[in-house]
């Protein structure tokens, strides 16, 4: 199942090593009004370019340096976790950046700011671009400092500061040709297993996904249910579900795809044998895969459909599923009722493209998708931009699809 977030991206600030870390740069000396935005900004960003040089040296002491010390003890002790966790990971690239513009100063008080904060990284080998996470921090002013005081302060708005697994304990990795798998020390086995698991699903992908990609993800692997959907930040019922790619999309000046995470809902996943666990990674590389070339106008059938039919092994026979109502599901039906329901859409999805790889060869799927997915803003509504790529692609329009596949 794709996720699709909105998300920016910042530009990464140069990394600088050493003592200095830990200077009176920690906090600039601004004196700030609600009506100063500007000397705000500067301020907030002067403390993250403080933890940008801390966390580049390891030095955990300066990271600290730029928290609140009237903060509570839970805040800080997750502050010194977050760093734990961001040093055990292989970062290539990590910035942070305040950001004033979009969404203003949702601090009411005038010795405290609460703008967007982003966190753009990568980790070194397995990302072709930049994670960018949306963090919520407030900045509190202290005497002639700013400090970072929480990330909560708005969660009752429903913004939530984005989590990692580190932000919920030890992070340990499992590294191969094409993935890295993050876990918590006591799933060690597991993700052993799952790294070959995925290993095999990867050979597989290599022989079906015909446009360009890294050939490379990160795979997350949480303690449990409650732990996915605080990374994920799910409103959904991940009981229902196995599996999960993610990716955001960068807004700043169009639609941009950043690099995608692979998330396991293991206690579902693993109770299914080695076979299905294979079939189900190959289906979520499907998606990693279409990260590059897919936009927002890429409708769910479409997503989930070409990477049900790659994982299925690309048949292109396949009839409608019983039940079906002979209409393509909704986004909405992938995600909401029951469980018989999200499979039908499922399978009625995959079918569609069974048939459209039947009628017009089994280069057409990814195809339409990838000529769905380079419109990023475009007037019309999805239908009307999937029936423009089809009758470029096909010949025929998204209503004839319909009608032949529902008589099929």
Same mark, same amino acid.
């Given at each position: ?33 609600? =009506? ?39 805040? $800080? ?26 969404? /203003? ?56 500061? &984005?989590? !990692? ?21 006591? @799933? ?22 015909? $446009? ?35 990716? !955001? ?6 639609? @941009? ?61 396949? !009839? ?5 109502? !002979? ?10 009722? =029951? ?9 009625? &999805? ?7 790889? /039947? $009628? ?6 990814? &195809? ?7 419109? $990023? ?32």
């Amino acid at each position: 199942m794709a996720r699709r977030v909105v998300a920016g991206l910042a530009a990464l600030a140069a990394a600088l090593a050493g003592a200095a870390a830990a200077s009176s740069t920690d906090g600039a000396a601004v004196e700030r009004g609600q =009506s100063d935005p500007a000397a705000a900004v500067d301020a907030a960003n002067a403390v993250l370019d403080a933890r940008e040089r801390a966390l580049a040296a390891g030095d955990q002491q300066a990271w600290m340096a730029t928290v609140d010390p009237e903060a509570p003890d839970a805040f $800080k002790d997750a502050q010194a976790r977050h760093f734990a966790g961001l040093r055990s990971v292989p970062l290539e690239r990590f910035a942070l950046e305040a950001r004033f513009g979009d969404t /203003g100063d949702l601090a009411p008080e005038a010795d405290r700011f609460l703008p967007e904060t982003r966190m753009s990284y990568r980790f070194d080998r397995y990302d072709d671009r930049d994670v960018v996470d949306t963090l919520w921090l407030t900045f509190v002013q202290r005497g002639d400092r700013w400090l970072v005081a929480s990330d909560t302060d708005v969660a009752d708005l429903g913004l939530d500061t &984005s989590r !990692g697994l580190w932000d919920f304990g030890e992070v340990r990795t499992r590294a191969t040709d094409h993935f890295i798998v993050l876990h918590h020390p006591e @799933q060690a086995d597991r993700a052993d297993a799952l790294a070959a698991i995925a290993e095999d699903a990867m050979a597989r992908v290599v022989g079906l996904w015909d $446009k360009p990609w890294s050939r490379a993800i990160p795979i997350v692997l949480p303690a449990d249910v409650d732990e996915l959907e605080q990374l994920l930040q799910s409103t959904i019922d991940l009981d229902k579900f196995v599996a999960f790619v993610s990716y !955001g999309a960068v807004r700043d000046t169009g639609w @941009q795809a950043t690099a995608p995470r692979m998330y396991i809902q293991d206690q579902n996943l693993s109770a299914y044998g080695r076979d299905f666990q294979v079939e189900t990674i190959v289906h979520e590389l499907a998606h990693a895969a279409g990260a590059p070339v897919a936009g927002p106008l890429v409708p769910a059938w479409l997503h989930e459909g070409v990477a049900d039919w790659l994982a299925t092994g690309r048949r292109t026979n396949e !009839g409608r599923p019983r039940g079906s109502d !002979g209409v393509l599901p909704r986004d909405y039906e992938f995600t909401t009722g =029951s469980q018989e329901g999200i499979i039908r859409s499922y399978a009625e &999805s995959r079918s569609v493209i069974s048939y459209l790889a /039947g $009628k017009a060869g089994t280069g057409a799927p990814t &195809s339409l998708f990838a000529a769905v997915g380079e419109a $990023k803003v475009a007037p019309g509504s999805v239908d009307r931009r999937v029936d423009d790529a089809l009758r470029a692609l096909a010949g025929f329009g998204l209503p004839d699809l319909q009608r032949d596949w529902s008589r099929r």
